[in-house]
T-cell receptor
Framework: DGGITQSPKYLFRKEGQNVTLSCEQNLNHDAMYWYRQDPGQGLRLIYYSQIVNDFQKGDIAEGYSVSREKKESFPLTVTSAQKNPTAFYLC???????????FGSGTQLSVL | LAKTTQPISMDSYEGQEVNITCSHNNIATNDYITWYQQFPSQGPRFIIQGYKTKVTNEVASLFIPADRKSSTLSLPRVSLSDTAVYYCLVGDSYSGGYNKLIFGAGTRLAVHP
């Protein structure tokens, strides 16, 4: 069954801790995206990658880092520099320009 | 990127047709218009995409006038399960050789019994 898998579904972060959100796709898509969504708000772009070993900052990249070592994987690390990390994080992928986005089911990150 | 403007919220009743309009005055010649639906605590899912005139699938229709400066998503005979946020996405934001995808605030549709 093809799709995008995000894990974990819920994640808790302690003060000063880095946490990593997983995103895996088996759709053979080139482009992958990370979005952040705050309650009642729209999606804001954190990072995106068009090909392996290449990624670009989105509109709110500060306090986050990513890697794209494999085509199917695009993990997001929320660093201790991100002072307000509580949000719903969504990963998406698509084959190319003008192609539709496929989203994962999201990870809810909360601060302890 | 063509900036999009949608109503913040809409209300409807079961069985009615709902039309959500998106304005995109700066749409580029090769931009497509795509609509997504999002339920709470879920990722958005694709509804429909079009370039011009009218596109119809099993869940919605998309009307695009000749000047392409706006588009209207039409949901026929809505039910309570259509209560969701609807996003209009137009083209890509092309920056330094890379294509970003920027979402707007979306339209919150509430369907009442």
């Amino acid at each position: 069954d093809g799709g995008i898998t995000q894990s974990p579904k819920y994640l808790f972060r302690k003060e000063g801790q880095n946490v990593t959100l997983s995103c895996e796709q088996n759709l053979n898509h080139d482009a992958m995206y990370w979005y952040r969504q705050d309650p009642g708000q729209g999606l804001r772009l954190i990072y995106y990658s068009q090909i392996v070993n290449d990624f670009q900052k989105g509109d709110i990249a500060e306090g986050y880092s990513v890697s794209r070592e494999k085509k199917e994987s695009f993990p997001l690390t929320v660093t201790s520099a991100q002072k307000n990390p509580t949000a719903f994080y969504l990963c998406a992928s698509r084959q190319g320009k003008n192609e539709k986005l496929f989203f994962g089911s999201g990870t809810q990150l909360s601060v302890l | 990127l063509a900036k999009t403007t949608q109503p913040i919220s809409m209300d409807s009743y079961e069985g009615q047709e709902v039309n959500i309009t998106c304005s995109h005055n700066n749409i580029a010649t090769n931009d497509y218009i795509t609509w997504y639906q999002q339920f709470p605590s879920q990722g958005p899912r694709f509804i429909i995409q079009g370039y011009k005139t009218k596109v119809t699938n099993e869940v919605a229709s998309l009307f695009i006038p000749a000047d392409r400066k706006s588009s209207t998503l039409s949901l026929p005979r809505v039910s309570l399960s259509d209560t969701a946020v609807y996003y209009c996405l137009v083209g890509d934001s092309y920056s330094g050789g890379y294509n970003k995808l920027i979402f707007g605030a979306g339209t919150r549709l509430a369907v009442h019994p």
